[in-house]
């Protein structure tokens, strides 16, 4: 009905505007301005059309994003101070942005990769994705972009997948595409006699060094190389976050096989990801993230049966799975 096409527009169109108004920079200036503004001082202060910030203004106030005084002078709520400013500790912004810029022009591909069965960034970007991180990460911007995105998500989530178990048996830890180190960096901070190995593609070991982990944290550390090609050194625990998602079954298989082989006897593997119910009824997020894995990656989200039938193929044992009830979720295999 009427009721039900209105609020898919409401999603649709909500995305549309929380991603401008971050964009133009509307949530850092009311936050630098410690003081209600004007939506004609906002547009001035941003470089716009006065009529086109006023009605970017009033959509984010009916979004709950901002609120508004004396029905003109606009100010951030407590939820866009912690995700939507740049300089929040928890801040979405880059994690925005990525998906505004890169990830929906994928999802406007959606129909011809629920067609084809494939990634579509030969469509939306022109790209072979031959090489899947070599399309991801088809520029130096483009993957730093990712690397931002990826560790705003760490800083909401990570705590929670890290301490879904007690890892502080495993002081000897590989972070497997790691990246720019927010969920090491959770890891350590948690269990603080642990060092975590970030083992990723030589261009972003560089990039997370120079943008991302202070030299003097020396309880990170990192390993340059492509873990389906290269050797993985032994270690008594190994995280795969994000990861296995991106692939089919049978790449799965071969790295698990492998990082089964180099963990230590007692050692395991965790994996966090966004697990789908049995039944595949739900949850959205997990449903919604599985057609993304589609237009985006060689993979999908799975069910937990799934994912422990991987690990048992591989040989760990003893397999726990615990629902954080957030975004992401952890498995804990054991050798």
């Not at 800083?155 to 180190?181: E, K, Q």
């Not at 799934?306 to 193929?313: P, Q």
Request: with cysteine.
């Amino acid at each position: 009905d009427l009721s039900k096409g209105s609020k898919a527009f409401r999603i649709v169109s909500g995305f549309d505007v929380m991603f401008t108004a971050c964009e133009l920079g509307v949530f850092d200036l009311l936050l630098e301005s410690e003081q209600p503004l004007s939506s004609d001082a906002i547009a001035d202060r941003l470089g716009t059309s006065a009529s086109g910030m006023e009605r970017l203004l009033d959509a984010c106030v009916g979004l709950k994003l901002l609120g508004v005084e004396m029905k003109t002078f606009y100010r951030n709520t407590e939820l866009s101070n912690l995700y939507l400013t740049k300089s929040s500790p928890k801040s979405q912004y880059h994690n925005l942005m990525y998906y505004s810029k890169t990830v929906y022009l994928c999802w406007h591909y959606l129909t011809d990769a629920v067609r084809d069965g494939k990634n579509q960034y030969e469509r939306a970007f022109g790209v072979s994705s031959k090489d899947l991180f070599g399309a991801l990460y088809r520029s130096e911007e483009e993957m730093i972009k990712f690397m931002y995105g990826l560790n705003a998500i760490w800083s909401v989530c990570g705590r929670d997948v890290i301490a879904a178990f007690d890892l502080s048996p495993f002081t000897v830890i590989y972070d497997l595409g790691g990246c720019a180190g927010g969920l090491a960096q959770e890891c350590i901070s948690l269990y603080p006699n642990s060092t975590v190995t970030i083992y990723d593609l030589p261009k972003v070991v560089q990039v997370a060094k120079e943008r991302f982990v202070p030299p003097e944290e020396h309880r990170i550390t990192f390993h340059e190389g492509d873990f389906f090609k290269d050797p993985i050194p032994e270690a008594d625990l190994y995280i795969l976050a994000r990861i296995l998602h991106d692939w089919a079954d049978d790449k799965c298989m071969q790295l698990l096989a492998k990082i089964h082989k180099a963990c230590k006897a007692g050692g395991g593997v965790l994996l966090v990801e966004t697990l789908l119910n049995e039944d595949k009824t739900g949850p959205l997020d997990a449903q919604l993230f599985s057609l993304m894995m589609l237009v985006h990656t060689e993979g999908k989200e799975r069910t937990p049966t799934e994912y422990s039938k991987l690990l048992t193929a591989a040989g760990f044992r003893e397999i726990q799975v615990k629902k954080t009830g957030k975004l992401y979720d952890a498995i804990l295999g054991r050798k």
